[in-house]
């Protein structure tokens, strides 16, 4: 019987306080290492920075270690002689020195990016010095190019190893009771996000008004956090005329309740013009919305077969993607969901990962 690959996990960003309360802020980490101990075959350990003390933490048979320096982290990793070392960011360029110090020169360590940008041209440099000691790369969308602004930067050798997995499956609670809700329109077409550049909203408004000919019952729901682009929301949507009773916008709430609007809605719509992943369409596709998304690098690996993106910006394309996302059975992105975006889909991607990278170290040592 093999005994199963050691892995050590790295969270480079520094807590304070109590290490359990740093812990539960990383509902990604726990429920992944929850289904990766429940598929089996890795064993994962995870390493911290804390600005005190050392600690460790214990949770659901799982161990968290935490130490005072990046040198003591480094030292710590080590001592538990992983087969592979994965540490979360793109930032820790200094900590990831460290650790190809401390660790044999065999042992793989591969980098995963959580939608960090293209830093300036110190952090660039600095990866340029670091890359060559990295055995690969995580991107939720690597085949179709989320990787390429950091190739282009020089941050990523073109020849480096690129390994696309999903950077969380869904953090609503599975068959959590919640209050009902009902949201107006047929179909019910739900935005999720900042009012800000990036995500697009002016796009969604005149996408939801392009496709109003086809859809007059339709109505668009804007649930927003940042509002810094509001005042031109506002006024893009007045700009609808009668139509702009059909469009709403709504105050954030809390994320455990999000699964009551997900339900709700018929149609998910994002018009991101990037995005490291997308956790809310990750979670509608999860409670059953029909998705009209973007076609950015992170959408096309989420969203797969299920439905064509558009357009980056083109709101013509998106009234298009809208109107055919409202033919889309619930089941369909429910069953989509369960099939390539759960938790246990997560736990299979990464083992793939590690198993790789572990099989070309035993090769590279023969």
């Known amino acids: 019987m093999m005994l199963p690959l050691r892995v050590a996990m790295v969270m480079p960003p520094v807590v304070t306080g109590d290490p359990g309360a740093a812990v539960a802020r990383w509902p990604t980490v726990t429920r992944t290492l929850s289904a990766m101990r429940a598929a089996g075959e890795v064993d994962v350990q995870v390493f911290g920075r804390h600005r005190d003390r050392d600690a460790v933490w214990s949770c659901d048979n799982d161990t968290y270690s935490f130490s005072s320096t990046d040198q003591l982290l480094a030292a710590a990793v080590a001592s538990v002689r992983p087969d592979v070392v994965h540490v979360h960011g793109l930032s820790a360029v200094r900590l990831l020195l460290r650790l190809h110090r401390a660790l044999p020169a065999t042992v793989p360590i591969v980098v995963?990016?959580?939608?960090?940008?293209?830093?300036?041209?110190?952090?660039?440099?600095?990866?340029?010095?670091?890359?060559?000691?990295?055995?690969?790369?995580?991107?939720?969308?690597?085949?179709?190019?989320?990787?390429?602004?950091?190739?282009?930067?020089?941050?990523?050798?073109?020849?480096?190893?690129?390994?696309?997995?999903?950077?969380?499956?869904?953090?609503?609670?599975?068959?959590?009771?919640?209050?009902?809700?009902?949201?107006?329109?047929?179909?019910?077409?739900?935005?999720?996000?900042?009012?800000?550049?990036?995500?697009?909203?002016?796009?969604?408004?005149?996408?939801?008004?392009?496709?109003?000919?086809?859809?007059?019952?339709?109505?668009?729901?804007?649930?927003?956090?940042?509002?810094?682009?509001?005042?031109?929301?506002?006024?893009?949507?007045?700009?609808?005329?009668?139509?702009?009773?059909?469009?709403?916008?709504?105050?954030?709430?809390?994320?455990?309740?999000?699964?009551?609007?997900?339900?709700?809605?018929?149609?998910y719509l994002s018009t991101s013009r990037r995005e490291g992943s997308n956790y809310s369409l990750i979670e509608a596709l999860s409670c059953g919305c029909a998705p009209a998304v973007s076609d950015i690098p992170p959408h096309r690996a989420i969203v797969g077969s299920l439905a064509a993106p558009f357009g980056v910006g083109d709101a013509h394309a998106a009234a298009e993607a809208i109107v055919a996302a409202s033919t889309l059975p619930r089941a369909a992105a429910s069953a989509h969901s369960h099939q390539h975006l759960g938790w246990p889909a997560v736990a299979r991607q990464l083992r793939d990962v590690y198993s790789t990278l572990a099989y070309a170290r035993v090769v590279n040592i023969a």
């Open 112 to 267: 995963q990016h959580h939608g960090e940008p293209v830093p300036g041209r110190r952090g660039r440099w600095a990866h340029r010095l670091v890359r060559r000691h990295l055995a690969g790369y995580l991107f939720t969308g690597a085949a179709g190019g989320q990787a390429q602004p950091f190739i282009d930067a020089g941050m990523i050798s073109p020849r480096a190893r690129l390994f696309d997995v999903l950077e969380s499956a869904s953090l609503l609670h599975d068959g959590a009771e919640h209050e009902p809700r009902s949201l107006a329109g047929n179909p019910s077409i739900l935005w999720v996000g900042r009012l800000i550049e990036s995500k697009d909203p002016l796009c969604a408004i005149d996408a939801f008004h392009a496709c109003a000919p086809r859809l007059p019952h339709a109505q668009l729901h804007l649930l927003a956090t940042d509002r810094t682009l509001e005042p031109m929301v506002r006024a893009r949507i007045a700009a609808l005329g009668p139509a702009a009773a059909a469009v709403h916008v709504h105050d954030p709430v809390a994320h455990a309740d999000m699964a009551s609007w997900y339900a709700a809605a018929d149609v």
